[in-house]
Nanobody, 126 residues
Framework: HVQLVESGGGSAQAGGSLRLSCVRS????????VGWFRKRPGKAREGVAS???????HYADSVKGRFTISQDNANNILYLEMNNLKPEDTATYYC????????????????????WGQGTQVTVST
């Protein structure tokens, strides 16, 4: 049984910072992909940041230079450091993990990840 529990969401002003945490437990291999997604109001869920199976980090263009993903493998915690927040970052943020995170061509994919947390709300005001 895989469990992902996010924390650290809340409110911030534009230009501010927040750090999200995700504690992972259960049958999760260190070789799994890990990542953060978000669901903004009126928009489809989107990938934000991830670490794939060989350690390559991927960021959505909208957060490059502002968000940093990292993990503490000893304690099974995944982090998302969010700086210079913008109102358009307002969303429910989800931690996720997947054994493969690749498409049929063997390329990294944000699609069809298997395990999800319950989400944590981030609200950025002007």
């Amino acid at each position: 049984h895989v469990q992902l529990v996010e924390s650290g969401g809340g409110s911030a002003q534009a230009g501010g910072s927040l750090r999200l945490s995700c504690v992972r437990s259960g049958a999760i291999s260190d070789n799994y992909c890990v990542g953060w997604f978000r669901k903004r109001p009126g928009k489809a869920r989107e990938g934000v940041a991830s670490i794939d199976r060989d350690g390559t980090i991927h960021y959505a263009d909208s957060v490059k230079g502002r968000f940093t993903i990292s993990q503490d493998n000893a304690n099974n915690i995944l982090y998302l450091e969010m700086n210079n927040l913008k109102p358009e970052d307002t969303a429910t943020y989800y931690c996720a993990t997947d054994p493969i995170c690749e498409d049929d061509a063997g390329q990294f994919s944000w699609d069809d990840w298997v395990y999800w947390g319950q989400g944590t709300q981030v609200t950025v005001s002007t």
